[in-house]
């Protein structure tokens, strides 16, 4: 891999974020809408004396991390949407630019806007509602790790799908995750789930992340059990996706169907 043609497809994606509103909106302002929302919501339960200062804690670190989780899934999936809407697949894949270059490149920008999102989120749960996620963040960074590694996962596999059926499926890039959201316990213990749910919440790396984090804040320290769990699962679901991506990929090509995108 050449580092200049990375460092190209990094400087073409920060120049379009920075000059398109919508990107700006999907970085910034739904994890900040999601906070506030919720943050009120929490405020209200407890002003009412139906939750304690932890359960509080509970809920605003977990809508912290599935914004982080949901924004990267997302504009993984989406960074590529852009080049079909801008008719630019042709144009990239006609240079010496290999594919590995490209993700590794759209990688590092997620990444960024990812990191944008989460200090606008935390900053707002301080500044409104006096919960700071900064002196939790050395325990939660190896959850926080496996999270992204989940949603890295799920870009490609939604970007594999975009490649083979096109902008048919981009539905996909801001739905997929959403079905997640009910197993991967963010706002309550797995516990909680209906016996034949909990099984599918226990294959969901999303699900060990979160449990751990609610560990951690309720006191009972860092779990390896849910850290090395999240692992394990990541590894199948990463390897399963690349595969996939690259089974996809190539039939997209040796079908010609790489200059039919649309």
């Known amino acids: 891999m050449k ?71 997302r504009d993984m999936a989406v960074g590529f949407i ?23 490149g759209l990688l ?18 301080w ?21 992204l590694l989940f949603a890295l996962a799920l870009g490609i596999a939604i970007t594999g799908m975009i490649f083979r059926y096109t902008t048919k499926v981009q539905a996909l890039a801001w739905g997929f995750a959403g079905l997640l959201m009910p197993v991967s316990c963010v706002m309550y213990p ?14 969901m790396p999303t699900a060990h992340s979160f449990e751990g984090m609610r560990g951690i804040l309720n006191g009972k320290g860092f779990s390896m059990e849910h850290f090395w769990w999240g692992i394990g699962l990541n590894v199948v679901y990463f390897a399963v996706a690349i595969v996939f991506f690259l089974w996809i990929f190539e039939k997209a090509r040796s079908r010609g169907l790489l200059v039919k995108q649309d």
């Open 108 to 125: 590092t920008v997620c990444l960024m806007k990812v990191m944008v999102g989460l200090l606008a989120a935390s900053a707002i749960a």
């Open 127 to 147: 500044a409104a509602y006096s919960f700071d996620i900064v002196p939790w963040l050395p325990k939660f960074i190896p959850y926080m790790a496996n999270l």
């Open 190 to 203: 797995m516990s909680s789930l209906p016996r034949w749910l909990q099984g599918i919440a226990w294959a």
């Open 3 to 73: 580092l200049h043609r990375i460092n190209a497809v990094i400087a073409r994606h920060l120049y379009e974020s920075r000059r398109n509103f919508d990107r700006v909106v999907d970085m910034i302002w739904w994890p900040v809408l999601d906070i506030v929302m919720w943050g009120f919501f929490t405020v209200y339960l407890a002003d009412s004396n139906r939750l304690q200062p932890t359960v509080v804690s509970c809920l605003l670190g977990g809508i912290i991390l599935w914004g982080t989780f949901y924004s990267f899934q």
């Open 82 to 104: 852009d080049e079909l809407w801008c008719r630019n697949l042709i144009n990239l894949f006609s240079t010496p630019l290999t594919l590995a270059e490209y993700m590794a």
